[in-house]
């Protein structure tokens, strides 16, 4: 059966949103006292362009589930 609309969206965001957060090392940056504002800062950044590709094949594969295969 189809899912609607809605509730594909919800997933895709749900997946991304948990992509993002299990890649973040933060215990690491913000335990860290040696680890300036601009380093974090670049650092999130980094993280938040290597996730994209990663986060558009989780939006690809929940499309259409037959480019899994």
């Not at 006292?33 to 993280?47: C, D, K, R, Y």
């Not at 990663?54 to 037959?66: D, M, S």
């Amino acid at each position: 059966m189809m899912k609607s609309r809605k509730a594909k969206a919800k997933t895709i965001i749900l997946l991304g949103g948990i992509w993002i957060l299990v890649t973040l090392p933060l215990p690491w940056l913000v335990n860290n006292p040696l680890v300036s504002e601009t380093q974090f800062n670049t650092i999130l950044a980094i993280i938040g362009v290597m996730s994209l590709p990663f986060i558009a094949l989780g939006v690809a594969w929940t499309l259409k589930p037959e480019l899994a295969t």
